[in-house]
């Protein structure tokens, strides 16, 4: 069984500081601020890329139309669209066929299921600049979820290359017809800075829109933001409440912050059981670290009854999935990773 070497918990006096990339759906970044010169009074003019422009000194999204959710823009003047004209009907979902007969004849809503299945590669070979292509298609026929995902290619590079000014342009439209989604994915950019202004007050706000349409990656970035006291007052009590809510909503991370968070006493009792809870939520959420932090616990007997066949079944899950702490920790009691 090994030496008994104590097992040490990840990150128990830090909380992790990533920032989902929805576009993606990938591995999340990390969108910790950067520092840099001291802007001087001889600071070169601002120059916005393209999809962006400048308004009282900051880079903004530029919205592509100003016409209502349903509409679009037709030689000056907004106009009513029919995403499904007569003679067509959507497509079922999965059907590559009937979504590519619909979608000739003009149906918009067989167009963005069929560019999904492009996208995934189910019925039809996977083709991301197809996808594009159609997703784009439905973005001008005046479609909110084909803007946002628009948005999103343009952030992730996928189908179309990436550029992230022309991402806060689609994104900012979808936000303003109502897709949560996208508003979560321009709250990225604008707290990175990227194509935008930095703004953490701007990505606060966006943040919140996407938490509160229960989208767990907004919500675990909004308990970042007042971990951080980013864009708003710090308040460990409103981190808790937002990363539990992730948590609830099967984000890994969320869980294995309100771990951290209940481990030492942060805006709720001190609680070595409550933070194992937590750890092994977040471990079945695809959290490495919180795989290990629950092997850790079950090896050492912290927070529940030592079992350490279980743990070294947990830690070696948390070395599959790229803790190399783990890795070490099997290493010195001499088990295989």
């Excluded at 006096?13 to 929805?22: K, P, R």
């Excluded at 999103?152 to 806060?168: C, I, N, Q, V």
């Excluded at 439209?173 to 935008?196: M, N, T, Y």
């Excluded at 971990?227 to 869980?255: H, M, N, R, W």
Aim: charge should be neutral.
């Amino acid at each position: 069984m090994g030496n008994g070497r104590r097992i040490g918990v990840v990150g128990v006096f830090a909380i992790t500081g990533v920032l989902f990339v929805l576009a993606s759906g990938g591995v999340p970044e990390r969108a910790r601020a950067q520092t840099g010169p001291a802007a001087s009074s001889s600071a070169p003019a601002l120059v916005c890329v393209t999809g962006t422009i400048e308004s009282a000194g900051k880079c903004v999204p530029h919205l592509p139309t100003s016409c209502a959710y349903g509409q679009h823009a037709v030689a000056g003047s907004c106009v009513d669209v029919d995403w499904e004209p007569d003679g067509t009907s959507t497509c079922k979902p999965g059907d590559a066929t009937e979504c590519t007969t619909q979608c000739d004849l003009g149906n918009m809503p067989s167009c963005y299921e069929l560019a999904k299945l492009y996208a995934e590669g189910k019925g039809v070979t996977k083709d991301p600049p197809r996808a594009f292509a159609l997703e784009e298609k439905t973005c001008k026929a005046g479609m909110r979820s084909g803007c946002a995902s628009v948005g999103f290619r343009y952030s992730s590079g996928e189908g179309t290359p990436r550029d992230d000014g022309l991402a806060a342009r689609w994104l900012h439209q979808a936000c303003e017809w109502a897709e949560p989604a996208a508003c979560g994915s321009l709250g990225i950019l604008f707290h990175d800075g990227r194509a935008v202004t930095k703004d953490h007050a701007r990505a606060v706000q966006l943040f919140e829109k996407a938490c509160a349409a229960d989208l767990g990656d907004s919500c675990y970035n909004l308990g970042q933001c007042h971990y951080d006291g980013e864009g708003t007052p710090q308040s460990f009590a409103k981190a808790l409440q937002y990363y539990k809510k992730a948590c609830d909503k099967q984000v890994g991370d969320g869980c294995y912050n309100a771990g951290i968070m209940t481990k030492k006493g942060q805006a709720t009792a001190a609680s070595e059981e409550g933070a194992f809870a937590y750890y092994k939520l977040a471990c079945a959420y695809g959290s490495g670290v919180g795989c290990h932090n629950a092997g850790a616990g079950l090896y050492e007997g912290i927070g529940t009854t030592k079992d350490r066949p279980e743990g070294i079944k947990y830690l070696r899950k948390a070395c599959k999935w790229g803790v190399k702490k783990s890795c070490d920790a099997l290493s010195d009691i001499g088990e295989t990773p």
